[in-house]
């Protein structure tokens, strides 16, 4: 009986520690570097994006001509309509559709990393409302070119006035009735070359009167009238005229480097959210399988606990663990969702136009074997060259001398020359009859058959011949005139001047302070991108001793010379060091973004050509003069 209760419990033990074989043999061996299709494992990829060419990033001058709209002439009437008309205009962002707040697109399609960049430049709105501050820029450009746009006036009325008369000389009826036609038409224009204003005025007056004085009645006087108004000290110069053009267009470089400062930053941002995306898969990754780890160990205690091999507390200590293990898993769950809505909203893949667009499945994996070149001297290279936000601060420098130039100016004294040269001529119909006492034939009358009966005033003839008479230049005038002004102190010039002086300063030192503030960035990206790279080897040494020590606990659980929580103790030293591997190597991805930002090479890292546009031309026909 003592030898088969003995045999009886050797059978049991070599069956228990049989079965535990076994199940062992049935975990799944934990790989840092297996790459799945998905990464997330249990999904499956999304369809394909087809091949994706660069956005087209630069603003041309010619993208503000979207936005002329209903400005032509044809489009007045259209315009006076909408003012007048008593229907109240609602933005569509203002009107709620719940309906539509309900549309989802259920698809994921699977992207690379530079599929995601290309497809969130083109369809995310915060990048389209950064293109529109260098359109407004432009226009900015054009409304500095408005200074010198010709000026056309006209001037069309009527006056008529009816006075008592204070003598019978002078009107019937004891009423003096005058009445008065103008049509008049001015031209004026700055010149781009001088600064000066120049004018050219055309003025017409028809008067009809009862006045007996009045010798031509009705009577036409038309005149023409050319002005020039130039500055020879104040306000005078070399290009000076076009100063305020000069500064838009730097306002409007400033406002592209801007721009590509906040694309740059954009496309850092989505290669971020995309590696995150990563990231947690693969920390969901590791959950998983630590929670399989742990349900299998539970399986394998409760059969020993049932032979007898193990005591309860192995059992409860087992399912502790798988129950910690399992509240990861929802973690990482959490973790993958948010991490996934964060890149759906960078990328905005939205073709059935539905409120919440397409998830995104990363396509990539990160690559910690790819060699990288990173040099600081050729960065610190670089970042000058190329920063947006150094060439940004470079224009803006460039602005802070213009005003400088022309608060320069202001100190002259104002020394105007004031020329003017007019042409005039009257006509209408002389008159004949007795004025003033006089014989008929002495005022006013000219008579072929009578050529000694008086004298005809050269003034006879419709409105055409007093036109005629202008060009005659028979009557002119002509004035020229000097300006000559200086307040004794000046002190508000002056004082403008300090502060423009103060303003450049002060832009040369933020310039100065931005390069020291890139100078650290480009060594901190550096510092961190040689870390990173030796994080990740000495992660994957650390994941390889981890498992190969689990491995070798393993062994001696099943032999009975390792407890559970000795086993668990190991299991989560894996866990850890896988964690930290992946978590490394994405790590290592972000830091080549942040190094690549850093000097300003991003954009160019992923074939995306970002050029400065000239906002010089088109010059206006009208800014040549």
């Known amino acids: 009986m003592v030898f088969a209760d003995l045999l009886n419990r050797r059978i049991t033990r070599c069956l228990a520690v049989a079965l535990i074989f076994v199940s062992c043999l049935g975990l799944r061996a934990i790989d840092a570097h297996s790459q799945a299709s998905s990464p997330a494992g249990n999904l499956a990829p999304g369809p394909a994006i087809g091949k994706q060419t660069p956005p087209v990033v630069s603003i041309p001058p010619s993208a503000a001509d979207a936005f002329h709209i209903d400005d032509s002439a044809l489009a007045l009437p259209r315009v006076l309509v909408h003012q007048w008309s008593p229907a109240e205009q609602v933005v569509p962002e203002a009107l709620i559709n719940e309906p539509y707040l309900h549309t989802v697109d259920l698809e994921t399609s699977s992207l690379t990393l530079k599929q995601a960049i290309y497809l969130a430049i083109e369809n995310n709105p915060n990048v389209k409302a950064y293109e529109l501050d260098p359109i407004a820029s432009t226009e900015g450009v054009r409304m500095a070119y408005g200074a010198f746009d010709p000026d056309l006036q006209a001037t069309i009325d009527t006056i008529k006035s009816v006075m008592p008369a204070q003598s019978p000389l002078v009107a019937r009826s004891g009423r003096l009735s005058t009445k008065n036609y103008d049509w008049n038409f001015s031209l004026s224009k700055v010149l781009t070359t001088t600064d000066g204003t120049m004018s050219l005025a055309f003025t017409n007056d028809r008067q009809v009167t009862n006045n007996f004085f009045v010798t031509i009645n009705p009577m036409y006087n038309s005149e023409l009238t050319m002005t020039l108004n130039q500055p020879l000290l104040r306000n005078f110069g070399l290009t000076f005229a076009t100063l305020n053009v000069q500064m838009a267009q730097s306002a409007q470089v400033q406002a592209q480097w801007s721009y590509a400062q906040e694309l740059q930053n954009f496309v850092r941002q989505v290669a971020n959210d995309y590696w995150n995306v990563v990231l947690s898969y693969e920390n969901l990754r590791v959950a998983n399988e630590a929670l399989k780890f742990n349900q299998d160990l539970v399986r394998q205690n409760a059969i020993s606990l049932k032979v ?261 103790q190991y299991e989560d030293s894996l866990v850890a060091a896988e964690g930290q591997e992946v978590q490394a190597d994405v790590q290592l991805e972000d830091a080549k973004v942040a190094l690549f930002h850093s000097d300003g090479t991003l954009l160019k890292r992923y074939q995306i050509n970002f050029q400065i546009e000239s906002p010089k031309e088109p010059r206006p026909w009208y800014a040549l003069f």
């Open 308 to 568: 007898g091999t193990l005591a309860p507390i192995d059992l409860q200590e087992a399912e502790s663990a798988a129950a910690t293990a399992q509240a990861n898993v929802y973690s990482a769950q959490a973790g993958v969702r948010s991490a996934r809505a964060a890149l759906r909203q960078d990328v905005m893949l939205n073709p059935t136009h539905s409120f919440l667009p397409r998830s995104i499945e990363p396509a990539e994996m990160p690559n910690p074997d790819e060699p990288i070149e990173a040099e600081e001297e050729r960065s610190l290279e670089l970042a000058v060259q190329y920063r947006p936000e150094l060439a940004a601060m470079r224009q803006a420098v460039r602005t802070a001398e213009f005003q400088v130039k022309y608060q320069a100016n202001q100190l002259l004294p104002q020394f105007d020359l004031n020329a003017q040269f007019g042409l005039s001529a009257i006509g209408g119909v002389p008159l004949c009859g007795s004025a003033l006492g006089l014989p008929p034939s002495a005022i006013n009358c000219f008579s072929p058959q009578q050529p000694t009966g008086g004298f005809m005033l050269p003034f006879s003839g419709a409105y055409a011949e007093t036109l005629n008479r202008i060009f005659g230049t028979r009557f002119y005038d002509y004035g020229i005139q000097f300006v000559f002004e200086l307040p004794l102190d000046n002190a508000p010039i002056r004082a403008a001047l300090a502060q423009s002086r103060v303003s450049y300063e002060q832009a040369r030192m933020q310039y100065r302070n931005e390069l020291s503030r890139v100078v650290v960035e480009v060594e901190n990206s550096l510092a961190n991108l040689v870390a990173a790279v030796r994080r990740v080897r000495a992660t994957r040494a650390a994941t390889e001793y981890a498992r190969q020590s689990l491995h070798d606990e393993q062994v001696r659980f099943r032999v009975g010379m390792a407890t559970t929580h000795d086993l668990l």
